[in-house]
């Protein structure tokens, strides 16, 4: 082609199949909240000057999710890193009804990482919290995290290999839960101590991306949420999104890791609310614009402490978790959020609003003045 030459744009009008069509109806676009960052966005109808907002949570027939083609020649499955990315989608004057077109944010993907997740709940006095979180970093780092994490798990236990046991902090911290264990029997809580100054150093040290969202379901609380269903799908999605956004910022694609719920001898798992719930939030306007036409694979559930990052994360967890339960009581706070540096927070105000905040240390206050 030579260089003068621009390429052609072909306009594809799909008709789902049956299946297709059957699996469009049963998913929903899980969002409630639009980032500040897209809020100001506004269109100017060209046809009667109408200034409207995108309509940022609508279903579209088609996931902004770029395409892999299907065959490299005929017959031949394609393997190859090329996608088709979506560059446009058309918005609807609410006024004179004329469509328009709206440029969809593409950014290079230069890099990729990980992240890992996992899950913390705490009651008291008919409260409830739900704490989920995420931490990561980019590949390049994984195996040299992965050798620090395993080296204090040697000197904590040295009479098991570190990957002969896993760090799960709820079981580690009760007395008698770790006297019952068969990895911690031997442990004192003066050495749980000692281990958890070490893993806070750590994650500090490491500058890893830290996100975690708290949740509370008691009725009439600020989330607005007293499902615990929904309560975990509203974690669940708030936290991949906010991922999503901040990596493909970077030019990076994040590929994501959760502790699963099921238990099995698979390596993967296929959690249907979190599929649903992904799969549902692809077909808005919304995720093409966090996403930035980098292709965002499917976060995957796998056995509880897979990766040492999981560990991790369930440190994270527990530590948040921990903090709420001390806050509730009016007691010490033996575990301080601060200590593991910068993280990203979400959580709901007294007015019921989303905030979004990086900082160190836990946003208590701002949280629940």
């Known amino acids: 082609m030579s260089a003068d030459r621009k390429p052609k744009m072909f306009i594809v009008h799909h008709k789902p199949t049956r299946r297709q069509r059957a699996e469009l109806d049963r998913l929903s676009v899980p969002f409630r909240h639009l980032p500040e960052s897209l809020a100001s966005i506004k269109m100017t109808c060209p046809s009667c000057q109408t200034v409207f907002s995108p309509d940022w949570f609508k279903k579209h027939e088609s996931s902004m999710n770029p395409v892999k083609p299907k065959f490299k020649t005929k017959g031949v499955p394609y393997d190859g890193p090329k996608r088709w990315i979506l560059q446009s989608v058309t918005q609807v004057c609410p006024m004179c009804?004329?469509?328009i077109p709206l440029p969809l944010p593409t950014n290079k993907m230069r890099t990729r990482g990980a992240l890992f997740g996992d899950d913390a709940e705490r009651e008291h006095e008919g409260r409830k919290v739900s704490v989920y979180s995420l931490v990561g970093a980019d590949q390049s780092l994984?195996?040299?995290?992965?050798?620090?994490?395993?080296?204090?798990?040697?000197?904590?236990?040295?009479?098991?290999?570190?990957?002969?046991?896993?760090?799960?902090?709820?079981?580690?911290?009760?007395?008698?839960?770790?006297?019952?264990?068969?990895?911690?029997?031997?442990?004192?809580?003066?050495?749980?101590?000692?281990?958890?100054?070490?893993?806070?150093?750590?994650?500090?040290?490491s500058n890893l991306f830290i996100y975690n969202i708290a949740l509370t379901n008691d009725q009439g609380g600020p989330s607005g949420i007293s499902s615990p269903d929904e309560l975990r799908k509203e974690a669940y999605i708030m936290l991949v999104l906010n991922v999503i956004d901040e990596w493909t910022g970077k030019n990076a694609q994040p590929r994501i890791f959760f502790d699963s719920e099921k238990r099995s001898s698979a390596n993967n798992f296929i959690h249907g609310w979190a599929r649903d719930t992904f799969r549902g939030s692809q077909h808005s306007l919304l995720y093409g614009f966090l996403s930035k036409g980098i292709e965002i694979p499917e976060p995957t559930f796998v056995p509880p402490a897979l990766f040492?990052?999981?560990?991790?994360?369930?440190?994270?967890?527990?530590?948040?978790a921990r903090f709420y339960d001390r806050m509730w009581k009016g007691k010490e706070i033996e575990i301080d959020p601060r200590l593991m540096g910068l993280a990203t927070y979400l959580g709901y105000d007294s007015n019921g609003d989303l905030l979004w905040r990086r900082q160190e240390g836990y946003p208590w206050e701002q949280y629940y003045h």
């Open 97 to 99: 009804k004329s469509h």
């Open 142 to 205: 994984l195996l040299d995290l992965e050798m620090k994490v395993r080296v204090l798990k040697q000197k904590l236990i040295p009479a098991i290999p570190p990957d002969g046991w896993k760090v799960h902090m709820k079981d580690m911290w009760a007395g008698t839960s770790r006297a019952k264990h068969p990895a911690y029997q031997d442990l004192s809580i003066k050495d749980v101590f000692g281990f958890v100054d070490q893993m806070l150093a750590l994650i500090k040290g």
């Open 308 to 320: 040492p990052g999981l560990e991790i994360a369930d440190f994270v967890s527990f530590t948040i």
